[in-house]
């Protein structure tokens, strides 16, 4: 069971008190898009084998959104962070990097 610190309210609990909502960070296309990108927002996601960003919600609490950096192999959380930041915070890739050296993943390594 993954056990999650809401960086809103501060509650660590099982994460059967938040509500995972998917990927973290992706590019929202509005109207006027073309429709290869609306398709590829919709329908296509990752799906790492290691360190992976993703949405939650704290349900049974302050019921905000924030991110969190987990690994999908061994369930281990790295940290949580607000949902209003454009990529995840330096310290926390820099977490990762030192458990998982030769990390990287886009932009945010």
């Given at each position: 069971?993954?056990?999650?610190?809401?960086?809103c309210?501060?509650?660590t609990?099982?994460?059967?008190?938040?509500?995972?909502?998917?990927?973290?960070?992706?590019?929202?296309?509005?109207?006027g898009?073309?429709?290869?990108?609306?398709?590829?927002?919709?329908?296509?996601?990752?799906?790492?084998?290691?360190?992976?960003?993703?949405?939650?919600?704290?349900?049974n609490?302050?019921g905000?959104?924030?991110?969190?950096?987990?690994?999908?192999?061994?369930?281990?959380?790295?940290?949580?962070?607000?949902?209003?930041?454009?990529?995840?915070?330096?310290?926390?890739?820099?977490k990762?990097?030192?458990?998982?050296?030769?990390?990287?993943?886009?932009?945010?390594?």
């Amino acid at each position: 069971m993954l056990i999650l610190t809401c960086p809103c309210c501060g509650v660590t609990a099982e994460e059967t008190e938040f509500h995972a909502g998917g990927e973290a960070h992706l590019k929202r296309f509005g109207p006027g898009s073309d429709n290869a990108d609306f398709e590829n927002y919709l329908f296509m996601r990752e799906n790492p084998k290691g360190v992976h960003f993703e949405r939650w919600r704290h349900n049974n609490g302050c019921g905000k959104w924030f991110h969190a950096a987990r690994c999908t192999m061994t369930l281990e959380v790295f940290g949580t962070y607000l949902a209003q930041t454009y990529e995840p915070p330096a310290d926390l890739c820099a977490k990762i990097s030192s458990k998982r050296p030769g990390w990287s993943w886009g932009r945010f390594s």
